[in-house]
């Protein structure tokens, strides 16, 4: 058999497959070749019509995959919590997913070909061109805030994240991005005012005035100042300075006496404290004292004081408000090792509102009802609102909304008299006025709770009867800090679970992923890569000496150079190399990874995957041995010979002879009596 007629370098698959493929039929003709060349001929086009067969269904399954994975990546992208747009040179809309879309208040279809900057407030255009300007300076993502307004004439605030790139055919775009910031916009507006509210209240406060005689303790105090802790001046008559020490506080009477030691001595010109006082319904109020020696007697001794009372009790109250409000919520926005909870939120609440009760009522996810997840303020009437109500309030499940969803429709807080109004049609006024007059129920609150602008639940806020609803602003700072908390709750949930589904993907494939942080010089692996790599994550530290042990010692320059490359050069880093496993296998690992430089154009962190390619280099292995060997007998064949002549075939081998041989008919022996036979012969 001629070696040049030889099917050695098929693989063992293709050779076989070919053999037993049907449909192929010789022709017959007279001057046709003769039958051996035929069937030679006819193996071969078998053969190649099996491998392309084969390649043919490679690729199908290429274009598939590479199609699922352009739909899901489009749909986490038309999905999107933020919108995104794809604006031409001109300012025209080209692309936008579907968030972008809510934002404009237009379908996909009529946005396109819209001019972006005729959704922006004429007043504010000039912060938009600014920042568009600025790109075509700089290059640089350029951010601001502005106002839009949509189609139904509902204007919101953004916040636009606009960058440019140019496309394979160098033709120039931008990409924006456009985060709904209405909320936090409005949220700095009421805070603004809740500060001139309380300022103005300040500046409206009455004072009370009063005059003592140091020496005699004698004083003189006005209706005002009676009237400041709730009495007429003749309820507290006769005063004296003994009356002062009556109703002030001992904490602050202590204080108020260090004051008047420093005046008296001196020290101070004038006396100020601020302090609390017994105010006739039993509560202390606050109250700020200032005054002023305005005479001595001849031997320097203070005779008379004078000075005012005014009432700072909304002040200092609102003073406490804010400070505990601003705990509240660090403490709910703040939190990250474990959420607070919903009773303690609306606990906070119900301490901010002054409110008797109150009760948190949130859309269930899972059953899509409005559920009551946390009651305040009923602890010792538990039994009572059962018995009543004819079921537990905690935890139930409104087949209804419980809130007549009509008065709470375009606004965010609504008031009402009592709180048979409010559930009216939901909870019979026959069980609703009884438990209003046996907890003497009163005026009663209720505020929205909203995330991305959707209503999934409220705060219902009861007074005590005869007592009405003062904190507004701090009760609706305070929910809207809640809208944000629920939004940020919903979008962790999301990432975690968006983490599964990716952590999973990575397991499914053998990937890992990593980073280096060249400026700390520390090595960051997830748990797939540490499995990769037979590192053991808890007591991995990053260094190098703890990754390279598990190196094969061969492939150890190599990816040392590699990395040095990718930091100096910024080129991508893609080694290939050996693990040696602890039971003594080796594995093929290639890596992928790419430079990220820090805002001084210094590089800072190298991040990429790592996959498990075993498999592969087993089976590229496979295919060089039987490239170079015959399938029947595993000796090297003709390519091996060819390739080892090109090696040899040089001045410095000689003297040096190969000899060749041929063995004819060899297939023949095969056909005829086998494989065994062909190898005795061999």
Not at 61 to 81: M, V, W
Not at 273 to 284: A, L, S, V, Y
Not at 543 to 548: I, L, M, R
Not at 608 to 621: L, M, P, Q, S, V
Request: charged share 30%.
């Amino acid at each position: 058999m001629d070696l040049n007629n030889n099917e050695d370098y098929l693989s063992e698959k293709h050779h076989k497959a070919a053999i037993e493929k049907p449909g192929l039929e010789t022709p017959i003709g007279e001057n046709f070749l003769s039958a051996k060349t035929t069937k030679d001929l006819l193996h071969e086009l078998r053969v190649h019509q099996f491998e392309l067969e084969v390649q043919n269904e490679e690729l199908k399954h290429s274009q598939i995959a590479l199609e699922l994975s352009r739909k899901k990546y489009f749909k986490i992208y038309d999905i999107a919590p933020i919108g995104y747009c794809t604006l031409n040179a001109c300012g025209l809309v080209m692309e936008a997913n579907l968030k972008a879309c809510e934002l404009f208040g237009l379908d996909r279809i009529y946005l396109k070909r819209q001019l972006f900057s005729s959704f922006i407030f004429k007043d504010d255009l000039h912060l938009y061109y600014h920042a568009v300007n600025n790109i075509s300076t700089t290059g640089d993502s350029q951010t601001c805030e502005v106002r839009f307004m949509r189609r139904n004439h509902i204007s919101l605030w953004v916040l636009l994240d606009i960058s440019s790139m140019q496309d394979d055919d160098d033709v120039f775009f931008y990409l924006v991005a456009v985060s709904d910031i209405t909320g936090r916009k409005n949220t700095e507006i009421e805070l603004q005012q809740g500060h001139e509210r309380m300022a103005n209240i300040l500046e409206a406060t009455n004072s009370g005035n009063w005059e003592w005689n140091v020496q005699t303790g004698e004083v003189a105090f006005s209706d005002r100042w009676a009237e400041i802790i709730g009495y007429a001046l003749e309820e507290i008559s006769p005063i004296s300075i003994k009356t002062w020490e009556r109703f002030a506080h001992p904490e602050d009477l202590q204080k108020s006496n260090e004051q008047l030691s420093r005046v008296f001595k001196r020290e101070a010109e004038y006396y100020d404290i601020e302090c609390r006082m017994k105010h006739k319904n039993g509560n202390w109020i606050w109250v700020q004292d200032r005054g002023k020696v305005i005479s001595w007697t001849a031997d320097k001794k203070p005779l008379w004081m004078s000075g005012t009372h005014n009432d700072i009790n909304e002040r200092k109250q609102s003073e406490i408000l804010s400070d505990q409000l601003v705990v509240f919520t660090e403490e709910m926005l703040g939190t990250e090792k474990e959420r607070v909870t919903y009773q303690k939120i609306l606990e906070n609440l119900l301490f901010i509102s002054k409110a008797k009760y109150g009760f948190l009522t949130l859309k269930n996810d899972t059953t899509n009802k409005f559920t009551t997840v946390a009651v305040a303020g009923i602890k010792n009437n538990v039994k009572n609102f059962k018995k009543l109500l004819g079921f537990e309030l905690m935890g139930k499940e409104w087949d209804e909304y419980p809130v007549e969803y009509e008065k709470l429709e375009g606004q965010a807080f609504s008031y009402y008299p009592s709180v048979s109004e409010i559930t009216e049609g939901v909870i019979p006024k026959k069980i609703s006025k009884p438990i209003e007059k046996l907890l003497n129920l009163g005026e009663t609150i209720v505020t929205k709770v909203t995330v991305n602008n959707e209503m999934i639940g409220d705060f219902t806020l009861i007074m005590p009867h005869g007592q009405k609803f003062k904190n507004y602003s701090f009760v609706k700072i305070y929910s809207r800090q809640l809208d944000m908390f629920l939004t940020r709750i919903k979008a962790e949930d999301m990432m975690s679970n968006n983490k599964a589904r990716l952590d999973f993907a990575l397991k499914s494939a053998h990937m890992g992923v990593w980073e280096f942080d060249i400026v700390k010089n520390k090595r960051n692996f997830d748990n797939q890569a540490c499995v990769l790599l037979g590192i053991d994550p808890i007591s991995f530290n990053g260094t190098a000496e703890e990754f390279y042990v598990g190196v094969h010692p061969d492939d150890l320059d190599k990816i040392k150079a590699a990395l040095l490359a990718t930091i100096n050069e910024g080129i991508l880093y893609e080694p290939d190399y050996r693990i040696l496993s602890k039971d003594g296998s080796i594995h093929y690992i290639t890596a992928r990874a790419e430079l990220h430089r820090a805002s001084d154009g210094g590089p800072e962190t190298i991040n990429g995957i790592i996959w498990d390619i075993t498999e592969r280099k087993k089976i590229e292995d496979k295919v060089l041995h039987l490239s170079y060997h015959d399938m029947l007998t595993g000796l090297y064949n003709r390519r091996f010979f060819e390739e080892e002549i090109k090696r040899l075939d040089t001045e410095r081998q000689i003297p040096l002879s190969i000899i060749m041989g041929d063995l004819n008919s060899l297939k023949l022996i095969n056909d005829t009596f086998g494989h065994w036979r062909v190898t005795g012969f061999l």
